[in-house]
């Protein structure tokens, strides 16, 4: 899935909506709440939540003391205000470019390539690795209509195309779009002569993201990767 920062896609909802009246549009006496049915739509947007969660949760929000619900507020608002990707490797930044891309320790040498910010934060939790990253906001998915130009591909090459660069490692997730979108990538990187193509290793359970692996594989998938020959 490609996420744009700017227009987040929204989950299509409906369907599953009559039946009886839900306690978020009936209120006390009967009366409906305008307020808690929109707080309720809203949460149920988000991915993973249902309509009972929603209410529970809404309600949840409803009784909670007014400081706490605004804070909650506020973070929401930080995120969307203060929050962009970073200019260079468009992982997420609070400035122009994110603290990796800022910090001259990190090697420029080797860019480790992944799909989503969660799965470069699931490399930097090994804290194996001390590369710098491209993060792609997605993988090639043609039956999704994901298409390469819709991905952070052309920086990558861009980047590469500067100089410096010596190794590129592909840690896309080990399923179907990511192995595909490797595949993609190493036939638009033998464009640059000398530069090493790794793959992470097949440690990491196919199938699976990034993300919900432990430390120890990850670190183990960055440590045996391989070069990715024809
Ligand atoms: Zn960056």
Redesign the pocket.
């Known amino acids: 899935m490609v996420s744009n920062p700017h227009q987040p896609l929204r989950r299509r909802t409906g369907g599953a909506r009559s039946g009886a009246a839900s306690p978020a549009e009936v209120g006390p006496g009967g009366a409906s709440a305008p307020a808690l049915q929109a707080l309720v739509r809203e949460i149920e947007l988000l991915p993973g939540i249902g309509r009972k969660t929603a209410e529970r949760l809404a309600y949840h929000v409803l009784r909670m003391p007014a400081e706490d619900a605004m804070r909650l507020a506020r973070a929401i608002r930080d995120v969307k205000e203060n929050l962009r990707h970073?200019?260079?490797?468009?992982?997420i930044?609070e400035r122009e470019?994110?603290s990796?891309?800022?910090d001259a320790t990190r090697d420029a040498t080797t860019i480790c390539v992944v799909e989503e910010p969660r799965d470069l934060y699931a490399i930097e939790a090994t804290a194996a690795y001390r590369g710098?990253?491209h993060v792609l906001l997605g993988a090639f998915a043609p039956l999704d209509g994901v298409a390469p130009s819709d991905l952070t591909i052309d920086a990558l090459l861009a980047r590469i195309g500067a100089g410096g660069v010596k190794e590129v490692i592909l840690a896309m997730n080990p399923n179907f779009e990511g192995d595909g979108t490797a595949l993609y990538l190493r036939e638009k990187l033998k464009a640059f002569p000398g530069l090493r193509i790794t793959r992470i290793a097949r440690g990491v359970p196919s199938g699976s993201h990034l993300e919900h692996v432990s430390r120890a594989i990850v670190s183990d998938a960055l440590e045996g990767r391989r070069e990715m020959g024809d």
Do not use: G
């Open positions: 970073c200019k260079t490797c468009f992982s930044a470019e994110c990796i891309c800022e710098r990253y």
